[in-house]
């Protein structure tokens, strides 16, 4: 199969090697770590998913490709609708765990800090701070996290920083529901 | 650079641009060797918005010189208010969509679009809430259309209110949702108390363009928007670092800037002194150029001189800016902005008695609670509430 990036309706705004994005459409944003900003700038509809291991096998200094992280990727990528629709068939891309991505991961000597991270970001308003709580920022939560009473949907983790202290911040779990 | 400050401080003052040269990397590098407290760097550049250019220049300048633990706060608020920025410029858009839908010249101004004209990068600004200028003929049609659209008014007004408001003041707040959107929807740029003003009347002949995600949207020209930086800053008494590198960086990104232009607007308005203020700040604090001639006309304004020596000396020192000595040095710092005797005047008017037409404050009806048939007396009331409360503060600065 070969992947290629949504483009239309979404604001990209660079931060060193991630990506923010901004999708129109949901009005929801998004943030890409190092490898999920790799995969999905270079899903062209051209690169197969063995191109894009080969790739990230190069950028990441990683001692074989692995192609459960790309497909790891896509599927979160899919999750966000950050992929065409006419791109990778959702059959394809359902097949890998995060946790089998990772063991893969592992196993080829690479690090788990390189595994695909989009976290989805509420941005945050003037009086989020009256109901922020001195958590840190860094994720609690984790990908794929329970699943919604009504839909059965997995959620994904959203962060919610607080305006007037921009260092503390409390994890969420989105809803997967749509 | 401010004299005797401390080492965040002017770290945060290196940081204050877009564009860092070798000589302020070399700062960086010599400054981030000294013992750093982050906590208290983090602090002020917050208060300053400055956190989204501390980051991307300490990033580009020197990322290995800094604990990853910090780096990486400063980068997850930079992501986060990329993600804000993006949003609100998408429903700017939106907004001036729906008022050309319905035959509403509209101006955006400040916020964004200063960010696009100035930095260049969205992301390197921080905002809470988006400035759009309309005409006095139909800012109450245009507040109509946003109230329709989901918008509220920050502080509720009755009807009464609103057609008052509309007469005495510049703008409607209005916000959308819980919190999500800030909307300033104004019928006039400059202050009431400027007896000229800068509307749409006036300015939809001078308007340009700047690029807003792709689509064009109209701007002030840089030369009128200069004036309204330092206007802008004036009024708040250049409390925030970022206002101040504002004018730095519109400045540094025209550099065929037409001072004619700027100095006969300035001089349109009264606001000469603003002017000189403002661009005296970022001169003096941010090292910014500027052309022999202008520095020549500013630095002859010896009272402007002196403010600006006021505002360094104020602007990284942690007070409760609502205390009553805060309170009273941001009037009078404001007030000796005005370089005529009749703009003071109405200035002192309008923050003695012009929010009463609108609406008691909270704190009027605090002080003596008034039933609303009464409510005229707030102009009595109003003044001996300011008294009481600012009279000991500005006695002892007239003194000083």
Known sequence: MVPEARRDKLLIQEVGDELVIYDRERHRAHRLNRTAALVWRHCDGRRTVADLAALLQSALHLPAPAEALVWLTLRRLQHFHLLQESGARPADIRGITRRQALRQLRAIGGLVALAPVITSIIAPTPTMAASCTPARFKADCVDECQAHADCGQLGFCGI??????????????????? | MAVGARPEAELLLCCARTQVDSKIAERFEILLHEEIDWTYLIRIAGAHGMLPLVYWNLNAACPDAIATANLAQLRDHFCANAARNLFLADELLHLLDLLAANAIPALPFKGLVLAAAAYGNLALREFWDLDVLVSERDFLRAKDLFLVEGYRFLTPLTATQVTNWSRTQNAFSLVRGDDEVHVDLHCRITPRYLRHSLDLAYLKERLETVSLLGATVPSLPPEDLLVVLCIHGGKHAWTRLDWICGVAELIRRHPCMDWGKVFDQADRLHGRRMLALGLLLASNLLELSLPQEVMNRVQADFKAQTLAKRVRARLFQETDSQSAPEVVAAFLLRLQTLERLQDRMRYALHVLATPILATPSARDAAFFRLPPRLSYLYYLIRP???????????LRHLRT
């Open chain 1, 160 to 178: 919610v920083p607080c305006p007037d202290d921009p260092f503390h911040g409390h994890n969420v779990c989105i809803s997967g529901c749509r």
């Open chain 2, 384 to 394: 001996i509430r300011l008294m009481r409360q600012y009279g000991l503060s500005l």
